[in-house]
């Protein structure tokens, strides 16, 4: 966990001074700090007493007393917690990851500039570079963003407005250099950090511009919230405001509720997940019937030295291989009976996915491939059951799983 210094928490300064764990507590509390459980502001709309005041509200990034498309209370105070947590002056959410990655994009980009985005990304972020920005004239270059240099290689100066990358990535937890993608110069740098939440980096530190979550995963936590956010600058996500009001992918209060109660509990749920992963990941690469398990907190995966340089613990997240390829990979899904047969991640249910038949589905058989995903490759969301009952469990489906 990251336990950054705070010499002596109590005196000189804001929440800045505290830890972590103490400020996931005590911020976002933004307009009800008597109510200790986050206040549902359930409205779409606002009464302003006087034209100008209706006018003022209006044009002012960030509004949330005017109306929910513009920002609404609840969901200025997961906005403040996001911040806080991610070092940020300032967060803007989303009605899902989704939607805050179409708005940052859209934001930023027009017609004839240029995105480098790399080749490992969740499918539905990888579908938007690959097939939705050239048809609006934006030019994507993919590259390996594990290859060192890769990103800063592929900007075009005065004509790249963006870099986007994601780490750990999806499917195959893939990490990414931080402090690279920080040093780049120009383009807006952009870092996709669901899978490690802000407890287990924070990639402005290091230089990154913006920073996005799928708030619908680990951080509210509990699969009942879908949910995005941004975070960087005040001017970089008052801009991104301006084209949010129009792009209408607003969060719901509701959603905005629980992830600000599901965040109260995420260094502690983050903190079991990374342990009870560490544990699974390295029991399953003792197993003959397992191939390839990556986990970013085990000393096999290819870029172990920069995880443990850059993250604070490994995640949730472990990805292997079934040895019998596609038969045995869903035969292996089907047969978990503790985890369940579920897209998403970071809740308190252990899930696992057949990415090749599920969320890569759309993919050519080459970029699976240079994904690095194969016809057994299994995604598992290590949950908080007890790790003892989840390796019985993972133990028993790959048994069924390879038996044929
Ligand atoms: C789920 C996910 C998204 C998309 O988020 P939604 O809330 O489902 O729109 C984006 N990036 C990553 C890494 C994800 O896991």
């Not at 195959?172 to 996709?192: C, M, N, S, Y």
């Not at 001017?235 to 109260?264: C, H, K, Y």
């Not at 970071?346 to 969320?359: I, K, N, Q």
Request: aromatic share 6%; proline share 6%.
């Amino acid at each position: 966990m990251n336990e950054s210094p705070a010499s002596d928490p109590l005196v000189g300064g804001g929440p800045d001074h505290f830890r972590p764990q103490t400020r996931a507590i005590l911020s976002g509390r933004q307009g009800d700090d008597r109510s200790l459980a986050p206040v549902l502001w359930a409205t779409s709309t606002f009464s302003a007493p006087t034209v100008a005041e209706a006018r003022r509200l209006a044009t002012t990034p960030g509004v949330d007393r005017f109306y929910s498309r513009y920002g609404n209370p609840t969901v200025s105070g997961f906005e403040e917690l996001i911040a806080d947590l991610e070092g940020a002056e300032a967060a803007r959410a989303y009605g899902s990851g989704m939607g805050a990655i179409t708005g940052v994009v859209l934001g930023l980009c027009s017609a004839g500039d240029h995105i480098v985005a790399q080749r490992q990304l969740y499918a539905a972020t990888q579908l938007l570079f690959q097939a939705a920005c050239p048809r609006l004239g934006i030019e994507v270059t993919f590259v390996d963003g594990t290859e060192p240099g890769a990103f800063a290689a592929a900007v075009r100066p005065g004509k790249t407005t963006l870099v986007f990358a994601e780490t750990p990535a999806n499917p195959k937890l893939d990490v990414i250099d931080l402090t690279e993608l920080g040093a780049i110069r120009g383009p807006v740098t952009v870092v996709d950090s669901t899978f490690a939440t802000p407890m287990l980096q924070q990639p402005l530190a290091h230089g990154v511009d913006l920073v996005v979550h799928s708030a619908t995963k680990g951080i509210a936590g509990h699969n009942d919230a879908t949910l995005g956010v941004v975070a960087g600058s005040r001017e970089l996500i008052d801009w991104l405001w301006g084209f949010a009001v129009l792009q209408g992918a607003a969060a719901s209060p509701f959603d905005a509720m629980n992830a600000t109660r599901g965040i109260r509990t995420l260094p502690l749920r983050i903190r079991q997940q990374c342990e009870s992963a560490l544990a699974l990941a390295s029991a399953l690469e003792a197993r003959s019937d397992v191939s390839d398990v990556r986990y970013p907190g085990l000393a096999s995966h290819p870029q172990y030295d920069l995880a443990a340089r850059q993250m604070s613990g490994g995640g949730g997240l472990v990805t292997f291989d079934v040895v019998g390829g596609l038969e045995a990979g869903t035969r292996f899904v089907e047969a978990v009976r503790v985890a369940r047969h579920a897209p998403s991640l970071g809740g308190p249910e252990t899930l696992v996915t057949h990415p090749a038949s599920t969320t890569h589905v759309n993919l050519l058989p080459d970029e699976l491939a240079a994904n690095g995903i194969g016809p057994g490759t299994i995604r598992m969301s290590v949950g908080l059951e007890h790790p003892d009952d989840l390796l019985a469990d993972l133990t028993q489906a790959l048994d069924v799983a390879t038996a044929g």
